[in-house]
């Protein structure tokens, strides 16, 4: 079954140290998203990803945060400077189905990773 | 944007005893509704959804009705076992912009033997 993979699965670092963290969507799928969850908090929307542009963000990704897909296939989350409040597990998500032919259609449904835990020290 | 609110945890049960998490959530329009369930140490997997309005998800035994009336999906289940023991969450989807999914705030699930 296609799954969304993350990497690195843990990583440590740094306070004011640069993190990239890594996502690959599944095939074809059109729509991506980083989630955030705070240690025993609720999962927060961070960003919206569609056609090569940010279609949505939230407060919490400022001007520390960005994404972007390099190469056509990774979904990347940069923060340029980490703080101690940005230790939490980060959520890639994706879906979309690319119509064949005809436009996009989904199921509705996101599919996430496995998360990545950043913990900054 | 869509928000949503969920019943508070935690909640603990005996194994076979009844589960109902309420979840209401507020919206405009009509917008997809999903739990999603989070196991010890794993990421968010899609537990069930319904997409209009009476619809009732279903999946290893929860299920959870669409009510437009009320904007409620309260997720059931008649009998729980230890291994439901997980992180409930419920999720309105956007519609028409990002189609992001707006989570509750989670339901702590201990089922005991």
Same mark, same amino acid.
């Given at each position: 079954?296609?799954? =969304?993979?993350?990497?690195?699965?843990?990583?440590?670092?740094?306070?004011?140290? &640069? =993190? $990239?963290?890594? %996502?690959?969507?599944?095939?074809?799928?059109?729509? #991506?998203?980083?989630?955030?969850? $705070?240690?025993?908090? /609720?999962?927060? +929307?961070? =960003?919206? @990803?569609?056609?090569?542009? $940010?279609?949505?963000?939230?407060?919490? +990704?400022?001007?520390?945060?960005? =994404?972007?897909?390099?190469?056509?296939?990774? @979904?990347?989350?940069?923060?340029?400077?980490?703080?101690?409040?940005?230790?939490?597990?980060? #959520? %890639?998500?994706?879906?979309?189905?690319?119509?064949?032919?005809?436009?996009?259609?989904?199921?509705?449904?996101?599919?996430?990773? &496995?998360?990545?835990?950043?913990?900054?020290? | 944007?869509?928000?949503?609110?969920?019943?508070?945890?935690?909640?603990?049960?005996?194994? &076979?005893? +009844? *589960?109902?998490?309420?979840?209401?959530?507020?919206?405009?329009?009509?917008?997809?509704? #999903?739990?999603?369930?989070?196991?010890?140490?794993?990421?968010?997997?899609?537990?069930?959804?319904?997409?209009?309005?009476?619809?009732?998800?279903?999946? /290893?035994?929860?299920?959870?009705?669409?009510?437009?009336?009320?904007?409620?999906?309260?997720?059931?289940?008649?009998?729980?076992?230890?291994?439901?023991?997980?992180?409930?969450? %419920?999720?309105?989807?956007?519609?028409?912009?990002?189609? /992001? *999914?707006? #989570?509750?705030?989670?339901? /702590? *699930?201990?089922?005991?033997?």
């Amino acid at each position: 079954e296609p799954e =969304v993979t993350q990497t690195p699965s843990h990583q440590v670092t740094q306070m004011g140290q &640069e =993190v $990239i963290l890594r %996502c690959v969507p599944i095939s074809n799928h059109l729509y #991506f998203y980083w989630y955030r969850q $705070i240690l025993g908090q /609720k999962v927060e +929307f961070l =960003v919206s @990803f569609y056609n090569n542009e $940010i279609s949505e963000k939230s407060e919490i +990704f400022d001007d520390q945060f960005s =994404v972007e897909r390099p190469d056509g296939s990774n @979904f990347t989350l940069k923060i340029r400077s980490t703080k101690l409040e940005d230790s939490a597990m980060y #959520f %890639c998500a994706t879906f979309g189905h690319r119509g064949l032919p005809g436009p996009p259609t989904n199921t509705g449904e996101l599919f996430f990773g &496995e998360g990545s835990r950043l913990t900054v020290l | 944007g869509n928000s949503v609110t969920q019943m508070e945890g935690p909640v603990t049960l005996s194994e &076979e005893a +009844f *589960l109902t998490i309420n979840c209401t959530y507020t919206a405009t329009g009509y917008p997809s509704l #999903f739990w999603y369930v989070q196991y010890p140490g794993e990421g968010l997997q899609l537990l069930l959804k319904a997409t209009k309005a009476d619809d009732k998800g279903s999946n /290893k035994g929860f299920e959870a009705t669409y009510r437009k009336e009320t904007t409620s999906f309260h997720l059931e289940k008649g009998s729980v076992q230890v291994s439901d023991s997980a992180v409930y969450f %419920c999720a309105p989807q956007d519609q028409g912009g990002s189609e /992001k *999914l707006v #989570f509750g705030k989670g339901t /702590k *699930l201990t089922v005991n033997p």
